[in-house]
């Protein structure tokens, strides 16, 4: 079974959710750090130590920019090795079959072909297509038997 992280794409997980993780993090860390916790630390802002947080503030002024220019950077120099887009064809196709070799998510007695029915084809059900009327429901594998 896979769980729903499994489906972001990796730029996603790296460039968006990694970054803002970790800034939220580090605001919250110059918060709520305190010494009660740990006697080797500093207290953070709510106990009377601001600079902690302007320390921190001042660290992701500058993080911030060099990350997304490094990130910026790299996309580049990958989009001229191999292309980041893909073709139109592969696009209007579907990107689970011309990518993957296989149609999208069966789910019990619906196929979810989102891109071709709701985009194509208008639909007001969202993508969710009647799957045709076949003795295992949509189930896939040794679950059909």
């Given at each position: 079974?896979?769980?729903?992280?499994?489906?972001?794409?990796?730029?996603?997980?790296?460039?968006?959710?990694?970054?803002?993780?970790?800034?939220v993090?580090?605001?919250?860390?110059?918060?709520?750090?305190t010494?009660?916790?740990?006697?080797?630390?500093?207290?953070?802002?709510?106990?009377?130590?601001?600079?902690?947080?302007?320390?921190?503030?001042?660290?992701?002024?500058?993080?911030?920019?060099?990350?997304?220019?490094?990130?910026?950077?790299?996309?580049?120099?990958?989009?001229?090795?191999?292309?980041?887009?893909?073709?139109?064809?592969?696009l209007?196709?579907?990107?689970?079959?011309?990518?993957?070799?296989?149609?999208?998510?069966?789910?019990?007695p619906?196929?979810?072909?989102?891109?071709?029915?709701?985009?194509?084809?208008?639909?007001?059900?969202?993508?969710?297509?009647?799957?045709?009327?076949?003795?295992?429901?949509?189930?896939?594998?040794?679950?059909?038997?």
């Open positions: 079974m896979t769980s729903a992280a499994d489906s972001l794409p990796l730029l996603t997980r790296i460039c968006v959710i990694g970054p803002l993780g970790g800034t993090g580090m605001i919250c860390t110059s918060l709520f750090a010494t009660t916790v740990n006697a080797a630390g500093a207290d953070g802002a709510f106990y009377g130590n601001g600079l902690l947080l302007g320390k921190t503030l001042l660290v992701l002024v500058i993080i911030v920019p060099w990350f997304f220019t490094f990130t910026w950077g790299c996309l580049w120099v990958t989009d001229m090795l191999v292309s980041l887009r893909v073709t139109d064809e592969e209007m196709e579907g990107l689970d079959v011309s990518k993957h070799g296989e149609r999208a998510v069966s789910v019990g619906y196929h979810i072909d989102a891109f071709n029915s709701s985009v194509h084809g208008g639909s007001a059900h969202g993508g969710m297509m009647k799957a045709p009327n076949n003795s295992n429901n949509g189930v896939v594998g040794e679950a059909a038997a």
